[in-house]
């Protein structure tokens, strides 16, 4: 079936840093591959989406590529602030089904 | 975009009582999802529907049941709670069919049971 890996958390930078967040995937078909993000105390947001190969999404200063050839869609943000600390999932919708895999989460923080 | 609502944030029962969680979605989408979220173990899918009246168990339906009325509102059910039941539910509503649509969520409630 259909699942989606995200590195082990938590992760913790300074300020300013650069950050990746690896992510791969094993699915049927072309799924589309998304990023989630989600604030304390909060429900999931869409952070970005792409849906084809080699396609780059991206939104507030993250950026993945989805890439079929590793099966992988890695998170990177050039320089992170306090306020990207949140969990960040990586997730999957297939063409055959209507359902969404998510991975595990991968906490972030950002210190001062 | 749609805007999804759980109709409490926190939530507090005891062992055994019915309890009933909300989803109210502002469009007129036909797919909706409920998920629990636990610490180490990520989004699990508990019940989802694709129209009125119509529901699929998910990945851990047991001790669940929801209730499809109307199309903008999805509700969850623990038919008696237990302890085990604690954590937080999240409600996610997809816009259409094709893969390329992501799921919008809601805020969530963090319900314990004591």
């Known amino acids: 079936g259909n699942s989606v890996t995200q590195m082990e958390g938590p992760v913790t930078l300074s300020e300013e840093a650069f950050l990746t967040i690896n992510c791969t995937y094993t699915a049927t078909g072309y799924p589309s591959l998304f990023w989630y993000v989600q604030y304390p105390g909060e429900g999931l947001q869409l952070l970005l989406k792409?849906?084809?190969?080699?396609d780059k999404g991206s939104n507030k200063g993250f950026e993945a590529t989805y890439r079929k050839e590793t099966t992988s869609f890695h998170l990177e943000k050039g320089s992170v602030q306090v306020s990207d600390s949140a969990v960040y999932f990586c997730?999957?919708?297939?063409?055959?089904?209507?359902?969404?895999?998510f991975g595990p989460g991968t906490r972030l923080s950002v210190l001062p | 975009d749609v805007k999804v609502t759980q109709s409490s944030r926190y939530l507090v029962k005891r062992t055994g009582e019915k309890v009933f969680l909300e989803c109210v979605q502002d469009?007129?989408?036909?797919?909706m999802f409920w998920y629990r979220q636990d610490p180490g173990l990520g989004l699990r899918l508990i019940y989802f529907?694709?129209?009125?009246?119509?529901?699929e168990k998910g990945d851990i339906p047991e001790g669940y049941s929801v209730s499809r009325e109307k199309k903008e509102r999805f509700s969850l059910i623990l038919e008696s709670a237990s302890t085990n039941q604690t954590s937080m539910y999240l409600c996610a509503v997809t816009t259409g069919t094709l893969s390329n649509q992501p799921q919008h969520f809601g805020d969530g409630t963090r319900l314990s049971i004591l």
């Open positions: 792409a849906t084809k190969a080699d």
């Open positions: 997730a999957l919708r297939d063409n055959y089904g209507q359902n969404f895999v």
């Open positions: 469009m007129d989408h036909e797919n």
């Open positions: 529907s694709y129209d009125v009246k119509m529901k």
